[in-house]
Nanobody
Framework: QVQLVESGGGLVQAGGSLRLSCAAS????????MGWFRQAPGKEREFVAG????????VYADAVKGRFTISRDNAKNTVLLQMNSLKPEDTAVYYC????????????????????WGQGTQVTVSS
C-alpha cells in the first residue's frame, strides 16, 4: 500500500506560479512511476504530467507544455509539479498518482493504469 498526500494548492492570479508537492509513504517510492492529473468542475479527470521512476523520462499534456515541470526526489519520497504562467483554465483539483513499475522507464498517461491516488489539492487561477 502507498499513501499519497498532495499539498501546495491555493488561489493565484493569472500569470502567477504555484508548486504542488506529493508526499508518498508506504512502499519503496523509487519503484513507482508518478503522475499528476487534474479535474475541473464538470469535466473528466485528465492527465497533466508524468515521470519515470528515476526522473529520466517525463511526459506533459500539450496544454501545459513549457509552463509546468514535473520532478521527483526519491530520497525524500516526493514528486513536485512546478506550475508557471498559470491560466484560469488551469483551475482544477490536482491529483497525484503512483504506478508500480519496478525499474521500468515507462511514463503513463492513462489514469486507469495507476494503482494509488492522493486526495487532491485545489488550484484556482483568477483572471
Amino acid at each position: 500500500q502507498v499513501q499519497l498526500v498532495e499539498s501546495g494548492g491555493g488561489l493565484v492570479q493569472a500569470g502567477g506560479s504555484l508548486r504542488l508537492s506529493c508526499a508518498a509513504s508506504g512502499r519503496t517510492f523509487s519503484n513507482y512511476a508518478m503522475g499528476w492529473f487534474r479535474q475541473a468542475p464538470g469535466k473528466e479527470r485528465e492527465f497533466v504530467a508524468g515521470i519515470s521512476w528515476n526522473g529520466g523520462n517525463t511526459v506533459y499534456a500539450d496544454a501545459v507544455k513549457g509552463r509546468f515541470t514535473i520532478s521527483r526526489d526519491n530520497a525524500k519520497n516526493t514528486v513536485l509539479l512546478q506550475m508557471n504562467s498559470l491560466k484560469p483554465e488551469d483551475t482544477a483539483v490536482y491529483y497525484c498518482a503512483g504506478k508500480y513499475v519496478g525499474f521500468s522507464m515507462g511514463v503513463y498517461v492513462h489514469q486507469r493504469t495507476y494503482d494509488y491516488w492522493g486526495q487532491g489539492t485545489q488550484v484556482t487561477v483568477s483572471s
